[in-house]
């Protein structure tokens, strides 16, 4: 069965404070993982998507790495303004018709002026 | 470019009572999803529709919930009749999505939030 588990669940910073957040996954043939932001009150935010082992991406203060069971979440120097909850899922199977995301259960994460 | 939108944003019902949520792809999207999400958990697919047809309802509770998508483009989500457990964000989701050789990101709306009391 295709499987998502993030970890922590929760996590506090202090400003400038650099951590990683984690993705582990078992699922028959990755075609893609991605990872969204949300906010209190709405709907998950695009922020990447790796699709093979060795690949890496950054948008500002994140970057994200991906390996053949889990992927990172990498956050440098954060600031307040990236307290948020962030969702890792995984598009599964390459012959899958269906295009659908399985998700993990997000780390909340919280960053202290 | 407008992003999917979704009314309404909130509700809050009585139990066995019933509630419509609407969703509007953004333009061009051939494929439109729905997603449940739970206080605390991620969003798990409920349907998800290609134009007009169904691709997955396999997680849709089909007693109480119907989804249509008309025409191929704005889909409705029904719920009859409500129960505590329905309580919830109802997401909806749009891609390009056209098979297993296309590339795909889906967006998200910003959801109807369900309170069944």
């Known amino acids: 069965e295709d499987q998502v588990t993030q970890s922590p669940e929760a996590l506090r910073l202090q400003e400038g404070e650099s951590s990683s957040l984690n993705c582990s996954y078992t699922?028959?043939?990755?075609?893609?993982l991605f990872w969204y932001r949300q906010d209190p009150g709405k709907g998950p935010e695009f922020l990447f998507t790796?699709?093979?082992a060795g690949e890496e991406k950054e948008k500002e203060r994140l970057k994200a790495t991906l390996t053949k069971k889990e992927s990172f979440l990498h956050i440098t120097a954060p600031k307040p303004e990236d307290s948020a909850t962030y969702l890792c899922?995984?598009?599964?199977?390459?012959?899958?018709?269906?295009?659908?995301?399985?998700f993990g259960q997000g780390t909340t994460l919280q960053v202290k002026p | 470019e407008a992003g999917v939108a979704q009314s309404p944003r909130y509700k809050i019902i009585e139990k066995r009572q019933s509630v419509a949520f609407w969703c509007n792809p953004i333009?061009?999207?051939?494929?439109l999803y729905w997603y449940q999400q739970i206080l605390g958990q991620g969003p798990k697919l409920l349907i998800q529709f290609q134009n007009n047809g169904v691709v997955d309802d396999s997680q849709l509770p089909k007693d109480r919930f119907s989804a249509e998508r008309l025409k191929g483009v704005d889909s409705t989500l029904k719920i009859q009749p409500a129960k505590l457990e329905d309580s919830a964000v109802y997401l909806c989701?749009?891609?390009?999505?056209?098979?297993?050789?296309?590339?795909?990101?889906?967006?998200f709306g910003e959801g109807s939030w369900l309170t069944v009391v």
């Open positions: 699922v028959s043939g990755l075609r893609g």
């Open positions: 333009s061009g999207h051939a494929t």
């Open positions: 989701a749009s891609s390009s999505w056209t098979g297993p050789q296309s590339g795909n990101t889906i967006y």
């Open positions: 790796l699709y093979s």
């Open positions: 899922a995984v598009q599964a199977g390459v012959s899958s018709n269906t295009g659908k995301l399985i």
